[in-house]
């Protein structure tokens, strides 16, 4: 007990310390973040003093106008970075045909996982807290008792998968299901053995930087030092404890009795009337706990990630309620620290790195101001008529009239009766307000082109808008890539996650490139096996936010100059429609999917022959990936295992690879020869048009003898030279009468 108090006590002043350095009086993280949170809601009119966030006494008879022109410049950049569709690919750290095949099974694991955490919105949350706070974290723990799903069952006795025989129902174990495929049997005979039951899976939680506590010094939670920690505050409830921790009632009790649930070290007050305003505490539901009549009891819980060390080997992890109980205090159950910090920019003074948010509040704070006033001088304007007289109370008069005089006296001393025209409007207000325009698009970036109108003079034609829009975005480059090397690294924490807990079989579900629904069970065992890991990186092409029409003008170029060999198949000498949509994706989607068809195809062929069965004649087919099998083939002759086999066994692998190989030679043969016809055939048409050209060059030669020939009698004219070279463009000529008229020889004709 002393030691948990310990603990606790060593632990909450490491926490607190890490509040109060992220809400100091200047410079303050949570203000800054706050303040962004309440301008895109679109409240405006606050300020911030000692720790406090305030929303502004307003004077009624004054204007507060609100044009929200900064929310719209975040959706606009949140559309740019979401039209990003990053590939993550699985790369196996053995090199191994097994392995290899394996990664693209753990490709369908990646797709399936997203699918089932809701990737998309994950993503645009994690993004949106990236633009507003600066920093985002994804949390990927482990969740017991998730879900219900349908598990796959074994047999008690030997451990094996069990599948049902859809024409007669039995059960039978995979054993007997293998030999009934290789007698011939369908697939579609067989259906796995389930039962729905309560079942752990992968946890994704998106956290903003209110709730993540971290030294500023560090760069990124995988730089914590030995005798650092990360902290992670939530609001829960006491149920949830209860579900969750082994705790005693006495221990829920105390800390029901705790003090205030909170996890803010910044106050939040609203002065004044907050009608037709946002309520601030409304900002942050999750993140500021209540304690109404009606809410359930709710209290702070923290956990606590302490990296890898040589007194901690796999890292420390502490559950507590900060200053009341420890809740659980072990080592780290994942290894390493189940968070990835995603930074909007670097992070070179501080963790805590800027935001996008920030630098659009002062334009837009004057832009409001400036417009606010405009909107006072024009109700002056409308009330210019408004008599002031001696009865009329400054109460009186509407909230959006500007300040009468009061009590204004005669010479006489008398309560005079006045009108009160508007003053008139600088020559530079409006420019102003054009120029805070022109700055707080400029400050946002990722500009419009079709907002802005920048179109140089010398681009034009259809890609010229999506060329530029292209340079204008060259500004996010560096982030898109930040952004897919921290998925990526999420994705490869989902896995290991995988690789910890999941059972040895699991159905999984994904949607194909095609977007057809695939379902398929999952072999941890056999995938994860031990010794082979995967790293997931991201495809660097995938990063680029190149428009559709700009990819799909490239690809037409690329088939029009010699770049067209990029798509061609090699086996056929074909275009390769496959390679041309992993191009349009920005990825090797559909290359590596087939190759990964044709590698598993071999192995299920070479287990056959491993096994002495013979294969159907009519295999190999023509069309396959030959390459692919062929390398299978060769990796499985490659080893102690084929040395050793029986002769009949060596002799089916050597027979199937040279079928393999003679396929290969007859289709390289008939690209050959189909080159050598297409060569000769260019060859005959190239001499042809020389052919052609000679003669029509000798016929506009002789045209010309002619045409001078008879000039030395009479001007010849035009209209014959011409007549003479278009029919010596039209072939060689031949013999050519002579024209004889009805007196005799030809004479030239009489001019003028």
């Known amino acids: 007990m002393a030691e948990n108090d310990d603990v606790l006590s060593e632990y909450t002043e490491d926490y607190n310390r890490l509040r109060a350095q992220k809400s100091r009086n200047v410079g303050s993280v949570e203000l800054r973040i706050l303040t962004n949170l309440a301008f895109i809601s679109g409240e405006h009119w606050v300020g911030s003093q000692n720790r406090v966030l ?83 974290f994804e949390y990927v723990p482990w969740v017991k008792d998730a879900t219900m799903e349908p598990m796959p069952q074994f047999d008690d006795a030997t451990g094996e998968l069990l599948w049902t025989h859809v024409p007669t129902g039995e059960q039978v174990p995979d054993t007997l299901r293998q030999q009934a495929l290789a007698q011939g049997a369908p697939k579609e005979q067989f259906e796995v053995v389930e039962e729905m039951v309560l079942t752990g899976d992968v946890g994704s939680e998106v956290l903003s930087p209110l709730q993540v506590f971290i030294d500023a010094s560090v760069r990124s939670v995988d730089d914590l030092a030995p005798d650092q920690a990360v902290y992670i505050a939530k609001i829960r409830t006491l149920g949830w404890i ?36 946002t309520h601030l505490q409304d900002l942050i539901p999750r993140i500021q706990g209540t304690r109404t009549e009606n809410d359930p009891d709710l209290c702070v819980v923290v956990e606590r990630y302490q990296p890898m060390s040589a007194k901690h080997p796999r890292g420390k992890y502490t559950a507590f309620v900060p200053g009341e109980q420890v809740l659980l205090d072990e080592d780290n159950p994942y290894g390493f620290i189940p968070l990835v910090d995603f930074h909007w920019g670097p992070t070179v003074a501080s963790f805590w790195s800027n935001d996008y948010v920030s630098d659009l509040i002062p334009p837009q704070r004057f832009l409001n101001k400036r417009i606010s ?100 975005d060259s500004q996010w480059g560096n982030l898109y890539r930040h952004l897919g090397e921290r998925m990526a690294k999420v994705k490869e924490m989902r896995v290991n996650r995988v690789k910890e807990y999941y059972p040895p079989f699991r159905t999984l579900h994904y949607t194909d490139n095609s977007m057809k629904d695939e379902v398929f069970i999952f072999q941890t065992s056999e995938i994860l096996r031990a010794g082979t890991d995967y790293s997931i990186t991201v495809e660097r092409g995938s990063l680029v936010p190149e428009m559709r029409a700009l990819r799909e003008a490239r690809i037409r170029e690329h088939l029009e100059s010699p770049l067209s060999v990029l798509y061609i198949d090699e086996r056929t000498g074909k275009i390769d429609k496959e390679k041309i949509a992993a191009d349009l994706l920005m990825g090797d989607v559909g290359r590596e999917a087939s190759e990964s068809k044709y590698r598993k195809l071999t192995m299920h062929l070479v287990e056959r022959l491993w096994q002495g069965q013979p294969l159907p004649p009519q295999i190999p087919m023509p069309f396959w990936n030959l390459r692919v099998v062929m390398d299978e083939l060769e990796s499985e002759m490659a080893s102690m295992e084929f040395l050793g086999a029986s002769p009949p066994i060596q002799a089916a692998f050597v027979e199937f690879w040279n079928k393999c190989r003679q396929l290969l030679m007859e289709a390289s043969e008939r690209r050959q020869q189909g080159a050598q016809e297409q060569q000769i055939q260019g060859a005959v048409a190239q001499a042809a048009q020389q052919a052609a050209a000679k003669a029509a060059a000798e016929a506009i030669d002789m045209a010309m003898d002619q045409m001078r020939a008879s000039q030395e009698v009479a001007p010849q004219a035009p209209m014959e030279l011409a007549q003479a070279m278009s029919q010596a463009q039209q072939g060689p000529p031949g013999p050519r009468p002579p024209q004889m008229g009805p007196g005799g020889p030809p004479r030239p004709p009489m001019m003028g």
């Open 54 to 136: 305030f929303t502004r006494r307003r004077d009624p008879n004054k204007l507060y106008l609100v044009f929200n022109l900064a929310a719209q410049m975040l959706s606009k950049i949140m559309g740019r970075l979401s039209s990003v569709a990053p590939v993550f690919k699985a790369r196996a750290d053995k090199q191994d045909p097994r392995s290899v095949a394996n990664a693209a099974v753990v490709d369908k694991l990646i797709k399936a996982l997203d699918e089932k955490l809701d990737q998309p919105s994950r993503t645009w949350e994690l993004l949106w807290w990236t633009a507003v706070g600066g920093v985002g």
């Open 373 to 472: 006033q405009l909107g006072e001088q024009a109700n002056a304007s409308i009330y210019a008529d408004e008599l002031l007289g001696p009865t009329l109370k400054r109460e009186d008069m509407p909230s959006d009239y500007p300040a009468p005089i009061e009590n204004g006296l005669t010479d006489q001393g008398v309560k005079m009766v006045q009108r009160r025209d508007p003053p008139d409007l600088p020559s530079w207000f409006m420019q102003s307000i054009e120029l805070t325009m022109k700055l707080l698009r400029e400050v946002a970036g990722g500009v419009d082109l079709f907002q802005e109108q920048k179109f140089p003079g010398q681009m034009r034609g259809p890609m010229a808008v999506p060329m530029l829009q292209e340079l204008l």
């Open 242 to 277: 209860e579900a969750n921790y082994d705790v005693s009632e006495e221990t829920i009790q105390n800390i029901k009795d705790a003090s205030e649930v909170r996890i803010l070290s910044t106050d939040i007050k609203q002065f004044g009337d907050p009608t037709g305003s």
